[in-house]
């Protein structure tokens, strides 16, 4: 079991709670720990979706060249493209 030693105070509207205690109950967790895990999921969701990509300087001619030169062939790939998603029937 995960010892919790940090308090974070939220203040949410009468209609907020109840929201969150409808759901909380939906998914049989105590209100805490339901706002806690999905505080949590929806942190990692938000980082995740942050794609910054830093080039230096002294290697953006490499990385342009490579960007711009002709497509290869990767047997690897092209043999994964011979079957159908695992989603498709």
């Known amino acids: 079991m995960v010892m919790l030693s940090s308090v974070l105070s939220v203040r949410l509207s009468n209609a907020e709670r109840s929201l969150l205690e409808v759901a909380a109950g939906h998914a049989r967790l105590k209100l805490g720990d339901f706002?806690?895990?999905?505080?949590?999921?929806?942190?990692?969701?938000?980082?995740?979706?942050?794609?910054l990509i830093v080039i230096p300087m002294n290697r953006w001619e490499e990385i342009e060249a490579l960007i711009n030169a002709p497509a290869r062939v990767i047997p690897a790939v092209k043999e994964l493209a011979r079957y159908a998603p695992a989603w498709k029937p």
Not at 35 to 48: D, G, H, S
Request: glycine share 0%.
């Open 35 to 51: 706002i806690r895990r999905k505080a949590l999921e929806a942190a990692e969701a938000e980082l995740l979706e942050r794609n």
